[in-house]
């Protein structure tokens, strides 16, 4: 908890913030904020459909003040962080700005800023490598080399960064100095037992279902999407009784170059399902989850199929080992063969897979709970350095 003796207002600065993933750590944010019973909360956010949720559900909290503002691009972005952030510090008496996006305000020196890394998207050496080989080369500059220079810029005016995972600090490495950075790696998800569930029932004899969990964004090179695809393709092939579930629509896959009209037959088609009833359902006996994403923070979607018990491949890649540690499936990146290897080896494996499940939940579950536990107490600590 923030225990200094004097009430301070904090801002949480989560412009920007607007899918499901964002929301749901911005949501964890503020539950922990409203339990802090000394200090004040000016939090400036986006006026859309999720955060409007999330103003619903925190409006009544006593010390919270919320300032929505309308999306109007980039430029107006820059000038509001800059310029009308200024007005909103002496009025505010702002003490401490939590940058929950990824920036900085580059014109600010104080208060103190804490930075929160969510996205590597930009910090990726793999990535770079992966747009070389496929000759997108004006591609990489508009979506990763503009956008980097500006966030390397933002993190080298930046003294204060939270991490979900020691293996973000290492790809900022790559781009950044980050010797004269201090760094606070934070726990974002709940690892409470109830949370976990038992681990599923798995009778390969009957139908596999393969759970792939994507956005609308699921052609980015990022997401890898060409590798499920490939090997779903190859099961059929080898005459695998199974059948896909994937959180896109048929409209949004039919035009896709990353997807083989051939699985349409074996796919059900849910679109974004925002009932975390329903998406809790999906994770059912005899599912897989797959995840074939590169670059992560954590991997979200992957951490929800480890809750609940379901079988879940990703690549073997940092993040993973990092996060849900050395007892996860994994596969080698790019390499059809890679993948199906392991989902063959999972149908060929004679013994329940209760022990193995459960022993990824226990590696998440320890990796999780050797992190900061709350907001609060970064904010006591940035704030104690600065005295």
């Not at 990824?102 to 929160?116: D, E, H, N, R, W």
């Not at 949004?252 to 998406?279: C, H, P, R």
Request: hydrophobic share 40%.
């Amino acid at each position: 908890m923030v225990n200094n003796q004097q009430s301070m207002t904090i801002l949480i600065n989560s412009l920007g913030v607007q899918d499901s993933g964002g929301i749901s750590v911005l949501d964890k944010v503020l539950s922990e904020c409203a339990r802090d019973k000394l200090n004040n909360y000016f939090i400036i956010c986006g006026d859309n459909k999720n955060i409007n949720e999330l103003y619903n559900k925190y409006k009544n909290v006593d010390f919270f003040e919320f300032k929505m503002i309308k999306d109007r691009g980039a430029v107006f972005r820059l000038y509001y962080e800059n310029i009308v952030f200024r007005k909103h510090i002496k009025e505010e008496d702002i003490k401490l700005i939590y940058n929950f996006t990824g920036t900085t305000q580059f014109f600010i020196k104080s208060p103190p800023q804490l930075v929160k890394i969510h996205n590597i998207l930009f910090y990726s050496k793999k990535l770079n490598t992966f747009y070389y080989k496929k000759r997108l080369i004006l591609k990489w500059c508009k979506d990763i080399l503009v956008k980097r220079a500006v966030l390397v810029q933002m993190l080298n005016h930046a003294t204060y960064l939270e991490i979900q995972s020691l293996h973000v600090k290492q790809c900022l490495s790559d781009f950044i100095n980050t010797r004269n950075k201090i760094f606070y790696v934070k726990s974002d998800i709940d690892v409470s037992d109830k949370v976990f569930q038992i681990p599923r029932q798995y009778n390969f004899t009957k139908k596999i279902k393969f759970l792939y969990i994507v956005g609308p964004h699921f052609e980015s090179l990022h997401k890898n999407f060409q590798d499920f695809t490939n090997a779903m393709v190859y099961l059929i092939e080898a005459g695998i009784n199974f059948e896909i579930n994937i959180t896109l629509t048929n409209g949004q896959l039919k035009n896709s170059k990353v997807w083989d009209a051939s699985l349409n037959s074996k796919t059900n088609f849910l679109g974004y399902i925002s009932d975390q009833e329903k998406m809790t359902e999906l994770f059912c006996d005899n599912t897989i989850l797959i995840s074939t994403s590169f670059i992560e923070t954590l991997g979200l979607h992957v951490i929800e199929g480890i809750k609940n018990g379901v079988i879940t491949i990703s690549p073997d890649e940092d993040y993973s080992n990092s996060v849900y540690g050395d007892s996860m499936f994994t596969y080698e990146l790019f390499n059809k063969n890679s993948l199906l290897d392991t989902i063959t080896s999972i149908i060929d494996y004679k013994k329940p897979y209760d022990v193995r499940i459960s022993s990824i939940q226990d590696d998440l579950k320890q990796s999780e709970m050797k992190k900061i536990g709350s907001i609060l107490d970064v904010f006591n600590e940035v704030l104690n350095v600065q005295k």
